[in-house]
């Protein structure tokens, strides 16, 4: 078979939970992998934020549920641990950690503050060292506040199509960080009724015979990229055989709209530990996990022909 | 300090900091602590087998005593260790020198490590499951002591009982015990490496108690003591000074030589093999960089203590004139040595304990001392093995299959079953055929290995440096200008290479070279490149990826 030419190279990434070394590698990433486009496919906020204590020349955090004291030399190194396992951090003094303590609203509103204050400097970071040639989309997950869509399209290295249908070579982009529900009811949750909705009056636009890459950052139902642990109540994993259960948990909508409408290619995330290619039907869906907790970075690479068909793909770790 | 975390609701789980489930990575699963790692690095190197290692030094090499070699094998691997170090922090994935070779020099170069090291180290498996079928009979011998059982002291005769089998004598016993070996160790490999490393632990402290039962026997008995119990083991109260006749008769060097102790260290180096082998679960181990090093660490003094320890215990009580004595004659003169004691010449120290034990507990310890650390380091090479498929098998130099992970036990599930089914395939082919010849550098493999490893820290800092760079000072750490993984690596270039120089210089004690051997070492570690070629060009015959991109490490920054 002869070699088959490429018109587009895409490289998606996902659910980084706000890992500073991750988005560094995702940006590196068009170089070393001579992609054409980046598309980091939601989840992009951290999972919260920790006040360390400044008192008497040291810092204090709680760290995994763990007393961590350091002095105040080394916080740098424990703001950097602190990140390293997707946790925002603020250095507060003791009228300030209190107010954290006790006000649950000001807490959430210096979380909020940290994320956009985080996804401000990616995205200045994207305008400094990405190539000119090179596009970068950044769509939320379910794990992001709705706060972070202003800031990202207002970036202007940054192009952020949620909910909407996007033009990148021969492809269009349909992107939705829509989720069914989880657990831990976040902002962008939906019944799978609700979601099939949302999914089609993206789709729904889009011309007739044109080349679809379905970028929903839930993944279909029972496709191999949705398997995990099964939790109870508690949200502790159930465990079945003395095993913990593993079940598909992606979302029914997610699955019937692809099978309706045949993009070519499906990009997911949200189930870090599911990393997996799978067709359904005509589409080719993957969900490369995440490692971001790790300092490692997930990825596929995806090409497209110059008719816009998938050509092939390759899982990256880097 | 109450907890004031703000956290939202997130898909990964709810933050551990309240103590809730916290789901995993894709892939492997970074689970392996500080004791996990030193558990898989301590039974990777199989502690009680360093008796079989004193017994090859002192066979091989007159007038050899074990402290200095002991203390310059552990020097060459704690300077590897550091070595390494930075490899893993550049790369924090499992896979080892294949990982570091691919991404650092080229993928060729890493495929032929990679591929060398998959075959090779199934070899072990089946090598580490024969050891254990040939040291049944001790076990059972020791039992039969202990429980003061016939039936199991005529079974470890049964067990041995021989037959011609296709090219060579063979044991069918012991083959099928091999067998069963690895098949229970195969089982026991389809749980996640957390648990694997639970039992290993709990193996490699078997055996350390063990050597703790030993170093006692020998410390609270006298030389004396060892000479009469020999004479009554033996039925023959002269046995011990016989044994040294019988060496001076045969004029055999006894006594200390220097020149002897330095051509012996190859067998210490190999001795420690499997002390730094955490790095192969990289992308298993949590914080990779300081829980290596811990692990290695930890590992290095550990073995010092137990085995130059048990060694100067030994020399104190059994006698350095003995010990050579015994290990040459018995061997070279075994007529002659059987008609002086049935002492097994090749059990050393757990031979004397035997001789010296009085009470059952040390019995048990000492026959099943050699199985538990066979089963430690089976389950550890499996895990190592397993580690490097998974690696050449997610970068597509083999079938993406075998990166299979499995959801419930976090292993790479085809992997295991592949190198299980390779080492009962080399068992069985061990056991029937005569490939003595095809395995007989096995030395030289393993040095070649670490040699490997060294190269790629020596470039490390210069063809990534964007993988070690320090934030602070935007370059690599430099001594007197100089990058320090390079020095590292030079260092422990030389130690591998006069390892290297010294197994090659000495074949008739660290394996002959014959076209078969030698041709066996080419085509395990050429057969890397061309399968990366091969493969490579396939691809792109029908793909429009380059299989090399997926072994392009990202800079961190």
Not at chain 1, 171 to 192: H, K, M, Q
Not at chain 2, 238 to 255: C, E, T
Not at chain 2, 481 to 500: C, E
């Amino acid at each position: 078979m002869a070699n088959k030419k490429r018109a587009l190279r895409v490289y998606f990434a996902t659910d980084i939970h706000g890992s500073d070394r991750c988005f560094r590698k995702f940006l590196a990433a068009a170089k070393v992998y001579e992609a054409d486009a980046l598309v980091l496919g939601g989840d992009i906020a951290g999972k919260g934020l920790v006040p360390i204590r400044s008192h008497n020349g040291s810092l204090s955090a709680r760290v995994r549920g763990e007393l961590v004291t350091v002095r105040v030399a080394e916080g740098e190194r424990l703001r950097a641990e602190i990140n390293r396992i997707g946790f925002y951090s603020v250095i507060a003094g003791e009228d300030e950690f209190e107010r954290m303590e006790d006000d649950a609203a000001y807490l959430s509103q210096a979380f909020t503050a940290a994320i956009a204050e985080q996804v401000e400097g990616w995205c200045r970071l994207a305008e400094e060292r990405l190539d000119s040639k090179v596009r970068c989309i950044i769509t939320p997950g379910n794990d992001d506040p709705l706060a972070i869509d202003p800031v990202l399209k207002a970036a202007p290295r940054i192009e952020c199509p949620e909910r909407e249908l996007m033009e990148i070579g021969p492809v269009l982009l349909a992107s939705c960080g829509d989720v069914t529900p989880t657990p831990w009811n976040t902002e962008r949750e939906f019944s799978e009724d609700a979601l099939a909705e949302r999914l089609s009056a993206i789709l729904d636009p889009a011309p007739k015979g044109a080349k679809v890459v379905a970028n929903f950052h839930n993944p279909p139902y029972g496709s191999g990229l949705d398997f995990a642990a099964e939790l109870d109540e508690t949200l502790l994993p159930v465990i079945r055989g003395g095993r913990p259960s593993i079940i598909p948990v992606g979302s029914k909508a997610v699955r019937e709209v692809i099978k309706k409408y045949q993009p070519v290619v499906g990009l997911h995330g949200h189930i870090h530990e599911s990393k997996g290619a799978q067709r359904i039907s005509k589409t080719m869906c993957f969900n490369p996990g995440s490692e971001y907790s790790s300092d490692v970075l997930r990825g596929v690479l995806i090409d497209f022909d110059g008719a816009g068909d998938y050509l092939d793909f390759l899982f990256t770790a880097g | 300090m109450a907890d004031s975390t703000m956290s939202r609701g997130t898909s990964a789980g709810r933050p551990a900091s309240q103590g809730l489930f916290t789901r995993q990575s894709s892939g492997l699963v970074r689970e392996l602590g500080i004791p996990a790692a030193t558990g898989i690095a301590l039974a990777s190197v199989a502690v009680v087998n360093t008796f079989i290692n004193f017994y090859g030094g002192l066979l091989n090499f007159s007038q050899v005593d074990m402290v200095l070699p002991l203390l310059l094998g552990a020097a060459i691997w704690f300077v590897a260790m550091f070595a390494y170090r930075y490899l893993l922090q550049a790369i924090p994935r499992a896979g080892g020198e294949y990982i570091y070779l691919s991404r650092i020099i080229h993928p060729a170069i890493g495929t032929m490590v990679g591929i060398a090291c998959a075959v090779g180290f199934s070899y072990t498996l089946a090598a580490n499951a024969n050891f254990a079928a040939n040291y049944v009979p001790l076990a059972l011998n020791s039992l039969g002591l202990a429980f003061n059982s016939s039936a199991l002291t005529s079974a470890a005769g049964n067990i041995t009982s021989t037959t011609q089998c296709i090219q060579v004598t063979c044991a069918p016993g012991l083959v099928i015990f091999a067998v069963a070996f690895l098949v229970i160790v195969g089982l026991g490999s389809i749980f996640s490496l957390r648990r694997i490393a639970q039992v290993i632990l709990g193996l490699v402290i078997f055996q350390v108690l063990a050597f703790v039962i030993l170093g006692f026997l020998f410390a609270t008995h006298s030389h004396q003591d060892f000479v009469n119990a020999l004479g009554s083991f033996s039925g023959k109260g002269s046995a011990y000074q016989d044994v040294i006749n019988l060496a001076h008769k045969d004029n055999i060097a006894l006594g200390v030589s220097l020149g002897a102790s330095i051509f012996v260290v190859p067998f210490m180096v190999l001795n420690y093999n499997g002390v730094l082998y955490s790095y192969y679960v990289g992308g298993e181990l949590k914080r990779p960089g300081s829980t290596y090093i811990w692990a290695s660490l930890i590992s290095i003094a550990l073995l010092i203590v137990v085995w130059v320890g048990v060694w100067l215990l030994m020399v104190n009580t059994i006698g350095l004139d003995f010990m050579q004595a015994q290990a040459q004659v018995g061997t070279n003169d075994a007529a002659n040595y059987g008609a002086i004691t049935s002492l097994q010449a090749n059990a050393g120290g757990l031979g004397y304990g035997l001789v010296l034990s009085g009470d059952p507990i040390t019995k048990i310890f000492i026959g099943l001392a050699v199985p538990a650390a066979e089963l430690a380091v089976d389950l550890a090479f499996v895990a190592v093995v397993t580690r490097v498929i998974f690696a050449l098998a997610f970068d597509r130099i083999l079938p993406i299959g075998l990166a299979k992970i499995s959801e419930r036990s976090q292993s790479p599930i085809n992997a295991v079953l592949v190198a299980v089914a390779i080492g009962i395939v080399f068992t069985i082919g061990g056991s029937i055929l005569n490939i003595a010849a095809i395995s007989a550098n096995l030395a030289l493999f393993f040095a070649l290995v670490l040699l490997s490893g060294s190269v790629a820290a020596i470039f490390l800092p210069f063809r990534r440096p964007d993988l070690i760079k320090n934030p602070a000072t935007n370059d690599v750490d430099r001594v007197g200008g100089i990058p320090t993984a390079a020095i590292w690596g030079v260092i422990s270039t030389l130690g591998a290479l006069f390892t290297v120089g010294v197994i090659i210089s000495k074949p008739n004690v660290f394996g002959a070279f014959s076209y078969v051997s030698v041709g066996s070492l080419i085509v395990i570690f050429f057969s890397g490149p061309i399968i990366y070629f091969i493969v490579r060009q396939r691809r792109l015959q029908s793909s429009s990826i380059d299989m090399g991109l997926a072994m392009r490490e990202l800079p961190p920054e």
